[in-house]
Each structure stands twice: as C-alpha cells, then as structure tokens.
C-alpha cells in the first residue's frame, strides 16, 4: 500500500506578517515630541503670561504723565531702581515682608498638617456621622468670606487683638478646602492594606498618621502648602480691616498706603506692587519643580 505525499500549494502558503512600521513615539522610547505648532502656542502663553509683570516694572520707571500719554509706553524708564527704593521707604516693606512671611508661613505650616490629619480621618476612618461631618466641611466652603468679616472683627476688638498679626493668623489656621482636597487625595493614594499592615504590626493611630499618611500625602502636602503660603501672601481685605500701616501691616496694607494724595503717584504704587510679587516668583522658582515632581508622582502612584 502507497501513500502519495502532495505538496501545498503556492497559494496555501500563509504569507508572513506585515511588518508594521511603529510609530515615532515607541521608536524613541514611547517619548512624544512636540512639533513647531506647539511650540508657538506654548511661546505665545509664556509672552502672555509675564506681560502683567513686564508691564509692571515699565510702568513703575516711569512717571505719572508719560503714563497718561497715548500710546503708553512699552520700554523700560531710567527711574526704576529710584522708585523701587522709594517704595521700599515709604510702605516699610522690610517690616511688612517679616510680617507677611510669618502669617503666611504659620498659616501654611498648621493648614497642611491639620488638613492631612482630618483628611486622613474623613477618607480611611470609619466613625458615626461621617458623611454628615464632610457634608457641612464642604457647606462651609459655599459661604462668602466676606460674612464671617464682621464677627470676626467684633471678636478680635474684645480680645483686644487689633492691629496685632495674631488676628490675621488664627482665621486662618484651618481650611475647609484643604480637609477637602487632602481627603480626595488620600482616598486613592493610600491604600487600605497598608493601614492594616500597620494596625497588625501593632502601630497606633498617631503613629500610623506619621509614619504611614504623611508619606504617602507628601505630594499633596507640598501642594496645600504652596497654595496655602501663596493665598495668605495675597490676602488683602481681612488684613487691611484689622491692621495698620503705621501698626504691623503686612505687604498687601503696606502697599495699600502708597501713592496716597490728591494725584496717585501710579507709579510708586506700581513699584511696591513689583517688590511684593518678587518674593512669590522666588519661593516657585525654588520649590516649583519639587512641587509639579510630586504631583507627578503622586499621579503615577494614586
């Protein structure tokens, strides 16, 4: 008996696989690469976004009558350095950046921890009327700030806390938004099996909190913190009904006191601006890419 072996055809051969051509992206390690297009429009953000500052420098070198001239001017004066200096004098702004920077600085520091530990408490914790606790935390965020201005002052006038930076200092010590923003956070950056393993290892809650939450939160933190630190900076209203230039204003009431007279001196009043913005521009410059690096990581993480 024979077998007869046939041979596959030319057509029932599976033809090999197209060899697909990947994309620039994976070729490069999966690193995408911004065209002209984007950097044009990231260009014309940047422009955008320092003309404010620009156009403040230009504007406190020169004088109030240049100012009022039509086209404005869009170049440097000879009379920063002079106005700069007279601002300096006039508003005490040495004073008034101490001042500023230890509200600011407290105010951040007691935000970003009692926020991180209410945060934690709110998102991992089980205890009776939780919900209801978080519900009436983000109500009071619904509240306008400038409600609370006249208990606030009726309270700082009977403990005899005018004109003294403990009245700018104990408002702000908490932040609704903070226990908000620090609870969403650590819903999904700290994971429950962590908890437990510390709870097993016999850890109590306070130290659970600090060797465990403040950790995993540290991305956050740096964020509250930075926004926190730039708010109270910038806070003007509550700080300018309680303080004085002539007391222990910090740089906003400071800077409020400049120019005054029947003509503004537009200028001067442009130059005080200037000095108390630069402080700001320096801490982002210095912590930005530590900030933007932990959030990154916080991301990759959560």
Do not use: C
């Not at 046939?6 to 490069?28: G, H």
């Amino acid at each position: 008996m024979t077998t007869t072996v046939t041979k596959p055809s030319a057509d029932a051969v599976p033809a090999p696989p197209k060899r697909t051509r990947r994309p620039r992206s994976a070729r490069a390690g999966g690193q995408l690469h911004a065209g002209p297009i984007a950097y044009v429009i990231l260009a014309l953000f940047t422009i955008g976004s320092l003309f404010p500052l620009v156009w403040t420098a230009i504007a406190a070198s020169r004088d109030n009558s240049r100012l009022a001239q039509t086209p404005p001017p869009f170049w440097f004066g000879a009379g920063l350095f002079d106005k700069l200096e007279m601002a300096w004098t006039e508003a005490n702004l040495g004073e008034a950046f101490l001042n500023t920077t230890i509200v600011a600085g407290i105010s951040a520091a007691t935000v970003v921890v009692l926020s991180t530990i209410a945060g934690f408490a709110f998102a991992k914790l089980r205890f009776k009327g939780r919900d209801a606790l978080m519900l009436i935390v983000i109500g009071t965020m619904m509240v306008p700030p400038q409600l609370s201005v006249i208990p606030l002052y009726m309270m700082a006038a009977k403990l005899d806390w005018t004109d003294q930076l403990q009245a700018v200092i104990f408002p702000s010590l908490v932040s609704a938004f903070g226990v908000f923003f620090m609870r969403q956070y650590l819903i999904q950056a700290l994971p429950d099996e962590i908890i437990e393993a510390a709870r097993v290892d016999g850890a109590s809650s306070w130290r659970v909190v600090w060797h465990v939450v403040f950790p995993a939160a540290r991305p956050a933190m740096a964020v509250l913190g930075m926004l926190t630190f730039v708010q109270s900076w910038n806070d003007f209203l509550w700080p300018f009904l309680v303080l004085t230039q002539m007391g222990s204003p910090t740089v906003q009431v400071a800077i409020a006191g400049l120019g005054r007279g029947y003509t503004p001196d537009q200028s001067l009043i442009m130059a005080g601006a200037l000095l108390g913005t630069l402080p700001l521009l320096l801490v982002f410059a210095i912590f930005g890419k530590r900030i933007v690096g932990g959030i990154m990581q916080g991301a990759v993480k959560g």
